[in-house]
């Protein structure tokens, strides 16, 4: 059983940068990204990267402000933010899975989720 473990959530001010890394047990999957969820809404996906070819997916809402980059000896991936906004605020989850991953339905493997929280 897979397991994925955030870190680096945390508190800071409105066009600050945070980075969030995932690592992974062991890599069994193909595709690693993040999703959010913000108190009373879905978990919405926010970027995925190919672990073997470094395609990166993002969700417009991000896009330009957000990367993604992995370790392919640590089996860690990193989620850099940056341009941070009120509306970035929510509980970011790490998550893997064998195929590609477009919606929560495709994500075999949950992180616990990491809190970021942006202050305007």
């Known amino acids: 059983q897979v397991q994925l473990v955030e870190s680096g959530g945390g508190l800071v001010q409105a066009g600050g940068s945070l980075r969030l890394s995932c690592a992974a047990s062991?890599?069994?999957?193909?595709?690693m990204g993040w999703f959010r969820q913000a108190p009373g809404k879905e978990r919405d996906f926010v970027i995925t990267?190919?672990?073997?070819?470094?395609?990166?997916t993002y969700a417009d809402s991000v896009r330009g402000r957000f990367t993604i980059s992995r370790d392919l000896a640590k089996n860690t991936m990193y989620l850099q933010m940056n341009s941070l906004k009120s509306e970035d605020t929510a509980v970011y989850y790490c998550?893997?899975?064998?195929?590609?991953?477009?919606?929560?339905?495709?994500?075999?493997?949950w992180g616990k989720g990491t809190l970021v929280t942006v202050s305007s």
């Open positions: 990267i190919r672990w073997s070819s470094g395609v990166i």
């Open positions: 998550a893997a899975a064998q195929g590609p991953i477009t919606s929560y339905l495709d994500v075999e493997y």
């Open positions: 062991e890599r069994t999957f193909r595709t």
